[in-house]
């Protein structure tokens, strides 16, 4: 079981990136798919879920109007779109799966948004 995530790097304020998570080891389609992110001194913390058909989804406050997650099944990735860009969503990027009553990370992307 293994996911990995990428697209992270440095944006400027106002900017937009796509992270993606692929996928591995597992039914993807059946599971629901979670992005946390991880600021330097602070939480870990929940920032968008979508269930395992994609049929709901839900964000942080922090987030919402501003982020899309989305998957693709048939490519065992989920995505998440972040547009209009803050310094305060600098952070660890994390794609998170609960699979087979087990929690598994990937191992992180970083988004530094910055002038």
């Known amino acids: 079981v293994q996911l990995v995530e990428s697209g992270g790097g440095l944006v400027q304020p106002g900017g937009s990136l796509r992270l993606s998570c692929a996928a591995s080891?597992?039914?993807?389609?059946?599971?629901?798919m979670t992005w946390y992110r991880q600021a330097p001194g602070k939480e870990r913390e929940l920032v968008a879920a979508?269930?395992?058909?994609?049929?709901?989804?839900n964000y942080a406050d922090s987030v919402k109007g501003r982020f899309t997650i989305s998957r693709d099944n048939a490519k065992n990735t989920v995505y998440l779109q972040m547009n209009s860009l803050k310094p305060e969503d600098t952070a660890v990027y994390y794609c998170?799966?609960?699979?087979?009553?087990?929690?598994?990370w990937g191992q992180g992307t970083q988004v530094t948004v910055s002038s």
């Open positions: 080891g597992f039914t993807f389609s059946n599971y629901a």
């Open positions: 979508i269930t395992s058909a994609g049929g709901s989804v």
């Open positions: 998170y799966a609960r699979v087979y009553f087990r929690d598994t």
